[in-house]
Each structure stands twice: as structure tokens, then as C-alpha cells.
């Protein structure tokens, strides 16, 4: 596979996008609400499937305290990010990558194409899964939470001096669009095969990181902007 030589950086969200690890977060939420009943169980994965992109911290705030019907105290907080984390990080490690992923990923570096994780899982913890799963020598940079993303690319893109019209954001969620049209970014919406598109009609989707829009993107002949 060959890079288009037009793109300055490529932008990836994680989960959904580089690993097949949704389910294992949606089963996180449904273990952690279990205990409020079936009820307030599906209010609060439907909001962490509905928030892809949000931190953890605030969705687990929002869905204890909208669902759960609970004031919860800072300290109560971190232990349930705590625990989710706990519930989550092995099952993610895990987690098998998507289609072409790794061939994209090696087209990039081979290209001298930096590319960068933007999660909404903690910082620290979104490192610690790149590293167990040895993709670490792929990324330029890896970023989280609490940082929000919009941020987070406007702070790479002005340290590396990207230009934003040669940069391309790659992701599952609204979060991640909306990054890339307040950095004014190119972006590729995954859909997952069988599932409605959650973005606008005039956004690019592909059904998974598989499809053919990749080595479209990444070829010499395709124009970003």
C-alpha cells in the first residue's frame, strides 16, 4: 500500500476504529448499572453507546445521577472509573484489530505520515493499551481524556505545524467529528457493517476500517481536502 504524500497526519480514534473493543465496553456499563435494575441498566448503555468519544467520567456521572436517580461524590466518581477501567482494560488488550488497520498503520510510518490516537479513555490508560498491544512504534502521539478532542488535535496540529486541510480524522463517533470540523480536518465516519450512520449525509462513511475508502485515502491519487 502507498500514502497519499498530501497528507501531513492521520488522526484515529481507538475503540471501534483500530480495535474491536466496543462490546467489551458496553458489557462494562451493563455490569456497573446492573445493580439499579433492568431499567436504569438500559438507560445507561444506551447513553454510553449513543456518547462515543465522551470521558468516562462524564459518562458515568451523567448516567448515575440522570439513570440511577444518585448524587455521587468526586471520590465515589474516580471509584467508579476505577472499577470500569478494571472491567474494561484486559477485555481491550485483548480485543483484535479491525481489517487493514495494521497494513494501514505500516503504510504510514513507512511513509513518514505521523499518526495519532484520540480517545476518550484516560490518558494514562489509553497509552498503557497501546503499549500491551505493541502498536506503540505506529504512533507520533497518543492522547485521552480529560482532555476533550477538539483540544487535543489543536494542540497537535500546533506543535507539528500541520497544515489542518492535510490531516485526516478517522472515527466512530460524533465526538470525532466534531474534532475534526472545529481543527477543519478531512474525515472518514466509520459505520459499522448493519448499523444506521449516526453523522450527516454529506460525511464520508465507511462500514469498517476494512473497507476500500482506505487505500483510497491513502493513495498518491487522492486529493484530502
Known sequence: MTCNP?????????????????????????????????????????????????????????????????????????????????????????????????????????????AFVVSGTPEEEMQAIIKHKELAPFFTGVFGSPRNKSDIVRKVLREHAFSPSCCLFIGDALADLKAAKDNDLAFLGIVPPGKASIFPQEVVIAPDPGHQRWPQLLDPGFTVA
Not at 468519544?53 to 476505577?82: T, W, Y
Request: negative net charge; charged residues 20%; glycine residues 6%.
Open 6 to 114: 498530501n497528507l501531513h497526519a492521520v488522526f484515529f480514534d481507538f475503540d471501534g476504529v483500530i480495535a474491536a473493543s466496543l462490546e467489551v465496553k458496553k458489557e462494562a456499563f451493563a455490569t456497573l448499572f446492573a445493580p439499579y435494575g433492568q431499567e436504569v441498566q438500559g438507560k445507561a448503555v444506551r447513553y454510553h453507546v449513543d456518547n462515543g468519544g465522551m470521558p468516562r467520567h462524564s459518562k458515568l456521572r451523567h448516567c448515575m445521577e440522570a439513570f440511577a436517580g444518585q448524587s455521587i461524590s468526586d471520590a465515589e466518581l474516580n471509584k467508579l472509573v476505577q472499577d470500569f477501567a478494571a472491567l474494561v482494560f484486559d477485555g481491550v488488550v485483548a480485543a483484535p484489530l479491525l481489517p487493514h488497520v495494521e497494513e494501514t498503520l505500516q503504510a504510514l510510518r513507512q511513509a513518514s505520515i505521523p
